[in-house]
């Protein structure tokens, strides 16, 4: 498996896009269908979201540094949002050529060759994308997952828009085409929101799962002792990093060397069940009455029992 890096997946995809984007391109030339245009048209967008894709992964990879002190990661979001807006722009470019053409109908010529060039295309998405979604399932990159995700549905539109030709060939029916047109653009735009959403709730800075939160809550309260409770609790994910946060509240003449070790032990605990996780804790004296009003988080998140 170690030759299917992230990186090196990515260049797979990039030279997918390019021979597919040629072979579809020269399918529609040959054929003048509308919705084989429509094809060479989402292969031109998964050849820039390839590149892009492939910039965003080489700077995620960096380390944090004095600047980017959390790390890199978050480019990912901008990568997948981007992406999103490309393909929302190629829907309603393709959407509106699908009308036109629906208006004013055009014969198709040499199907046949155009159709058999498009279908290798195809069976070329269709193994790059499989490779991605697992390599991006692996190590956990939105990234690599759009990618997939994006060329996975290209190889279906590619072949929705293969059978309906084939129906156009058989019938005569001129409006399959620019219909099988439309369809494209409608399957596109679904993909470019769900893009464009999922980027926007890693850039928001959204929770981790309930299921997760459930299992932090559940180590923290079977570490605590008596007179000790912990509250506002704060996560967040970048990419594959994820962010978690608390206020510890322990009896406040507890030396700092065993407080401490408690929340060495907690972090500890966390970082075994959830994988690639940062943990802070901010310790502070469970009789102050300060130490209960510094979060406005406290006054809204689950109630954990008060020992
Ligand atoms: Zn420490
Ligand atoms: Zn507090």
């Not at 997760?212 to 570490?223: D, G, P, Q, S």
Request: glycine content about 6%; hydrophobic content about 50%.
């Amino acid at each position: 498996m170690s030759l299917f890096t992230p990186r090196n997946v990515l260049y797979l995809s990039i030279l997918a896009g390019l021979s597919t984007l040629v072979l579809k391109s020269y399918a529609y030339w040959i054929t003048d269908s509308i919705s084989l245009l429509s094809d060479a048209a989402e292969s031109v967008i998964n050849l820039i979201a390839a590149i892009i894709a492939f910039i965003a992964v080489r700077l995620s990879e960096r380390p944090a540094d004095d600047t980017h002190t959390y790390g890199h990661e978050k480019i990912e979001y901008f990568s997948s949002g981007f992406e999103g807006a490309l393909i929302l722009f190629a829907a309603f470019s393709i959407g509106m050529l699908g009308i036109h053409r629906l208006i004013f109908p055009q014969p198709l010529q040499t199907l046949e060759v155009g159709m058999i060039i498009s279908f290798i295309a195809t069976l070329i998405n269709a193994v790059v994308a499989v490779i991605l979604l697992i390599v991006g399932k692996k190590y956990q990159s939105i990234v690599l997952e759009a990618d997939g995700q994006h060329l996975l549905t290209d190889v279906y539109t590619t072949c929705g828009v293969l059978i309906g030709l084939f129906l156009a060939k058989v019938t005569g029916v001129e409006w399959i085409d620019p219909i099988l047109a439309i369809g494209v653009s409608l399957i596109i735009l679904t993909i470019s929101l769900q893009l464009i959403w999922k980027s926007f709730k890693g850039l928001m800075d959204h929770a981790l799962p309930e299921k997760e939160l459930a299992i932090i809550r559940e180590i923290i309260t079977h570490n605590l002792e008596s007179k000790m409770t912990f509250h506002a609790l704060r996560s967040r994910q970048a990419g594959a990093k994820k962010f978690v946060d608390f206020h510890l509240l322990l009896p406040g003449l507890l030396s700092i060397k065993v407080g401490h070790q408690l929340m060495e032990k907690i972090e500890h605990a966390i970082k075994l069940q959830i994988k690639d996780c940062q943990v802070q804790i901010h310790a502070e004296p469970i009789e102050d009455p300060t130490s209960w009003e510094d979060n406005a988080l406290t006054s809204f998140e689950k109630k954990v029992p008060n020992s």
